[in-house]
């Protein structure tokens, strides 16, 4: 059960209207293991000069930089800097447990990073079609 249906179900078992008060029990050797597995990642960023670039996820020319957590209109798909060079790492942060290689599959069976998504795609305009 994930941390969200835990606080789901108490909030349910409370009943509206009832205070709770939250403990969160937090690792501090867990904390600082995931803080330098981050430290250690590799992020491809781009500033805007040169732009848009092409999302690393569906490839269309709609990122205006590179590594700076936009939102790619066409996939849906957050660029943290993630590419080919660890496409198959499941990142701590905005992508979930979704890695660059699953979310590419997605892409291409469901025209979405993740089904979640669908709603909020739309198709490249001409400018932005993949060039790879
Ligand atoms: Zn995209």
């Known amino acids: 059960m994930t941390l969200a249906e835990r606080l789901r179900r108490c909030f349910a078992l409370l009943g509206a209207g009832r205070r709770a008060v939250l403990v969160l029990h937090v ?3 867990e904390l600082e293991a995931k803080r330098a597995a981050v430290a250690t990642l590799v992020n491809v960023q781009r500033d805007p000069e040169g732009g848009p ?26 660029d943290e800097g993630q590419d080919d060079h660890d496409a198959d790492l499941v990142r ?32 490249p305009t001409p400018q932005e079609r993949p060039t790879r």
């Open 27 to 29: 690792d501090e050797a």
């Open 92 to 123: 701590p942060g905005p992508n979930g447990s979704l890695s660059l290689t699953q979310a590419r599959a997605n892409y291409a069976a469901l025209g979405a990073c993740d089904r979640a998504s669908l709603h909020r795609v739309r198709s």
């Open 53 to 78: 670039f092409a999302c690393p996820c569906c490839a269309s020319l709609t990122l205006p930089t590179r590594g700076q957590y936009e939102l790619c209109p066409v996939c849906f798909r957050e």
